[in-house]
T-cell receptor, first 115, second 110 residues
């Protein structure tokens, strides 16, 4: 079974430029998460989807970050414009079902460097 | 005060040692407790998943949850150089997203 797939693996952009990350969750997983992991820190939630609905986006900086999950499968996370402080690893995770409280599986992440 | 506290280490042990990793938390509503292992430049990989209190064993790994003390532990027996990684504790309430500790960096020398 394929795991969570993220692309690109690495991205270097200049500040004020836009950037987008893509995530394909494990087949059949209804719940999708985007986390941000700063150097030396644990992952922190940005947004959680149940199917197509964003059910927790309280930590998403909405002035520059946006996300979508069309048809309840793949998801994209966008930053526009990027700032130096956005340099981090962006992790996507998925789990089978919120009600069943199953565990979350992570992708390899996208390492963003803003210069 | 963060909801989940974890000593970042680093922790260095010789091969074959028993390793103890710990986290404390403040939210008594947490019910689901996980340990993830993260190798450099990789995503977190689930190691152990525990519901409520008690112990769970899987090979060389044992997870313990003490809800009365708000304290969880991961023990690694007969540690190997391949165990060198960052270990993240994570926990959540029912139907919510995981909250992670900072991670403990472990180095096992041969």
């Amino acid at each position: 079974e394929a795991g969570v797939v993220q692309s690109p693996r690495y991205k270097i952009i200049e500040k004020k430029q836009p950037v987008a990350f893509w995530c394909n969750p494990i087949s059949g997983h209804n719940t999708l998460y985007w986390y941000r992991q700063n150097l030396g820190q644990g992952p922190e939630l940005l947004i959680r989807y149940e199917n197509e609905e964003a059910v927790d986006d309280s930590q998403l900086p909405k002035d520059r970050f946006s996300a979508e999950r069309l048809k309840g499968v793949d998801s994209t996370l966008k930053i526009q414009p990027a700032e130096l402080g956005d340099s981090a690893v962006y992790l996507c995770a998925s789990s089978l079902d919120r009600v069943m409280n199953t565990e979350a599986f992570f992708g390899q992440g996208t390492r963003l460097t803003v210069v | 005060q963060k909801e989940v506290e974890q000593d970042p280490g680093p922790l260095s042990v010789p091969e074959g040692a028993i390793v103890s990793l710990n986290c404390t938390y403040s939210n008594s509503a947490f019910q689901y407790f996980m340990w993830y292992r993260q190798y450099s430049r990789k995503g977190p990989e689930l190691l152990m998943y525990t519901y409520s209190s008690g112990n769970k064993e899987d090979g060389r790994f044992t997870a313990q949850v003490d809800k009365s003390s708000k304290y969880i532990s991961l023990f690694i027996r007969d540690s190997q150089p391949s165990d060198s990684a960052t270990y993240l504790c994570a926990m959540r309430k029912a139907g919510t997203a995981l909250i992670f500790g900072k991670g403990t960096t472990l180095s096992v020398s041969s």
